[in-house]
């Protein structure tokens, strides 16, 4: 069993930047596929970034290629989400997902446990 708990979210102008963090309960964190996936209002929840447990893969929705870093500490047994040059369409409830799979996935039946999301509203 792990829980996840994401915190850094909050309101932001187009252009900033903001770091969300997801911590993890448990012992075995580390051999996670952890992920990042985002719901605005009215849409479904789409894929934004995810990590293997090593860290040595990485995946990234092609909207947000080149603004966003997902990394992890598994000595703090958290995995981060690092956002620049944030856009409007960025406004969105963000989740932390942690699921069993070798290498990354970006579709959200492949994570088991689930965060409870945090917030971030990027103003224009």
């Known amino acids: 069993q792990v829980q996840l708990v994401e915190s850094g979210g909050g309101l932001v102008q187009a252009g900033g930047s903001l770091k969300l963090s997801c911590a993890a309960s448990g012992r075995t964190f580390s051999s996670y596929t952890m992920g990042w996936f985002r719901q605005a209002p009215g849409k479904e929840r789409s894929f934004v970034a995810a990590?293997?447990?090593?860290?040595?893969?990485?995946y990234y929705a092609d909207s947000n290629k080149g603004r966003f870093t997902i990394s992890r500490d598994n000595a703090k047994n958290t995995v981060y989400l690092q956002m620049n040059s944030l856009k409007p369409e960025d406004t969105a409830v963000y989740y932390c997902?942690?699921?069993?799979?070798?290498?990354?996935?970006?579709?959200?039946?492949?994570?088991?446990?689930w965060g409870q999301g945090t917030q971030v509203t990027v103003s224009s």
């Open positions: 997902a942690a699921g069993t799979g070798m290498v990354p996935q970006v579709g959200a039946s492949s994570y088991d446990y």
């Open positions: 990590m293997s447990w090593s860290g040595r893969r990485t």
